[in-house]
Nanobody, 129 residues
Framework: QVQLVESGGASVQAGGSLRLSCVSS????????VAWFRQAPGKEREGVAV?????????WPADSVKDRFYITRGKDRNMWGLQMNKLKPEDTAMYYC?????????????????????WGQGTQVTVSS
């Protein structure tokens, strides 16, 4: 059984940076789409960024975080992170890592949460003004 574990959430001031991490276990497939989602109180779960861990040029950032957030790759292909820069109060949310098998080399419907098979339990990010 695949398990994902997030870490790195914290309280930071607007304009600051933070890096979240995700570690998976029990998964060996290639062309794995790895993702970060977030959910703020009273809002639906929202895709943040997605990348094919085996094809890093295939990446999809959400418009709300483009040029600020990006997925990082660890030394182990089962490890990845979310580098967050220029944080804003509206980035405050519970952040979740997720994973699924890619469609070929792409991650079609990258922010379709229902397509992801594996989820972490979340890590809280709070950004103050």
């Amino acid at each position: 059984q695949v398990q994902l574990v997030e870490s790195g959430g914290a309280s930071v001031q607007a304009g600051g940076s933070l890096r979240l991490s995700c570690v998976s276990s029990g998964y060996t497939s290639t062309n794995w789409c790895v993702a970060w989602f977030r959910q703020a109180p009273g809002k639906e779960r929202e895709g943040v960024a997605v990348v094919n861990i085996d094809n890093p040029s295939a990446t999809w950032p959400a418009d709300s975080v483009k040029d600020r957030f990006y997925i990082t790759r660890g030394k182990d292909r089962n490890m990845w992170g979310l580098q967050m820069n220029k944080l804003k109060p509206e980035d405050t949310a519970m952040y979740y890592c997720a994973a699924r098998v890619a469609w070929g080399n792409t991650c079609g419907d990258p922010f379709g949460a229902s397509r992801y098979d594996y989820w972490g339990q979340g890590t809280q990010v709070t950004v103050s003004s």
